[in-house]
């Protein structure tokens, strides 16, 4: 019975350790993050692509209207439609080598002129379509709340 005694109190004195050196403002933030990741709601997502569309767009190197990028993603886009459930879309294409597309929930659809180098319009509207249905089926809101709660419980 002692030992049984003996292994209580250490085990206690464990976890009373273990609470002295616990941060209480971590421990709030990682609850509100987890709590925002929860009740995140569809203007929220769309507002926090708009000014990832906007970070983005001003990082990059847009091809202008007269580029024959720009001319054969419209020629592409066209196949595809004007908006993704009601949203309106914005078609641009960033002058890079990296071969990428994405599409966000506020309509943001950018294309990499690498992408288009290596590949068919039929492939590139494959691409497209297929960035576009993440943003259709509520990927990037999960994504988002996937982000959040990942950084809540760090």
């Known amino acids: 019975m002692k ?3 003996l292994l209580l109190a250490l085990g206690m004195a464990t976890v009373l350790t273990g609470c002295q050196n616990m ?8 609850g509100a993050e987890a ?6 709601s569809d203007a929220q997502v769309k507002a926090l692509s708009d000014q990832s569309c906007q970070e983005l767009d001003s990082k990059a190197k847009i091809a202008p209207a007269s580029s024959e990028y720009t001319k054969r993603l419209a020629k592409i886009a066209a196949a595809l439609g004007d908006n993704i459930n009601g949203q309106p879309v914005n078609y641009k294409v960033y002058e890079t080598k990296d071969v990428n597309a994405f599409a966000m929930a506020n309509g943001c659809i ?9 590949m068919t319009d039929n492939e590139v509207e494959a691409v497209i379509g297929h960035e576009m249905g993440h943003v259709a089926l509520g990927h990037v809101k999960k994504g988002m709340q996937v982000a959040l709660g990942t950084n809540a419980v760090r």
């Open 3 to 5: 030992i049984r005694a």
């Open 23 to 30: 941060d209480s403002n971590g421990l709030l933030s990682s």
């Open 35 to 40: 709590f925002q990741a929860y009740t995140l």
């Open 110 to 118: 950018r294309v990499y002129s690498g992408l288009m180098d290596m």
